[in-house]
């Protein structure tokens, strides 16, 4: 269960930007609060153990009622500024609580890191988290100053692709790490 409604977050992600997009002009903020906010409050309770989920939880439940309560269409183009806020949140607590994300990942599947290794991740942990930053700033600009059009077109595509670019850098960096060390 946790699994499939893991998956459907991740879908539900990768389309929202175009469902503002084409849902905008003919749905009601109202439906899109209700089924973000049943989806959120569903990971809330399949992962309720896992570390941040409750108060990531917490924050977007808040927005949801907000968009609910509102019902304002331009809302909905706030929602990605939130998520990557969240992540900047989680990826930025746990450098200054530690261990950093990335090496409680790394330890998943190597328990013993050396020292090298965990300063590594630090590192990676220190991208990610400017990364999400810079990804924000560049949503909450779209929101003031662009059109639908071009957010959908950023946060729908771009984004991901700049995703994408950076895990699979990170990958090719990690390997010749390896190799050195």
């Not at 109202?30 to 992962?47: I, N, T």
């Not at 896992?50 to 909905?76: D, S, T």
């Not at 090496?103 to 988290?129: F, K, M, N």
Request: glycine share 10%; charged share 15%; with cysteine.
């Amino acid at each position: 269960m946790s699994k499939l409604l893991g998956l459907l977050l991740v879908v539900a992600g990768l389309l929202y930007p175009f469902a503002v997009y084409f849902g905008m002009e003919h749905l009601s903020p109202r439906v899109f609060a209700l089924l973000l906010g049943g989806l959120w409050l569903a990971r809330a309770v399949v992962q309720r153990g896992k570390p941040g989920n409750r108060w990531m939880a917490g924050v977007a439940l808040a927005f949801c009622l907000l968009l609910g309560l509102a019902g304002e269409a331009e809302l909905l183009r706030w929602y990605p500024v939130l998520l990557n806020g969240l992540l900047l949140a989680l990826f930025g607590l746990s450098l200054q609580f530690g261990p950093p994300l990335i090496e409680r990942l790394a330890r998943l599947s190597e328990p013993d890191l050396p020292d090298a290794a965990v300063r590594y991740t630090r590192r990676v942990t220190q991208v990610w988290a400017l990364f999400f930053l810079a990804n924000g700033l560049v949503v909450i600009a779209l929101n003031l100053w662009a059109p639908l059009s071009w957010w959908t077109l950023y946060t729908g595509l771009i984004a991901y692709g700049l995703m994408g670019l950076l895990f699979a850098g990170e990958w090719l960096v990690r390997q010749r790490v390896r190799r050195s060390a």
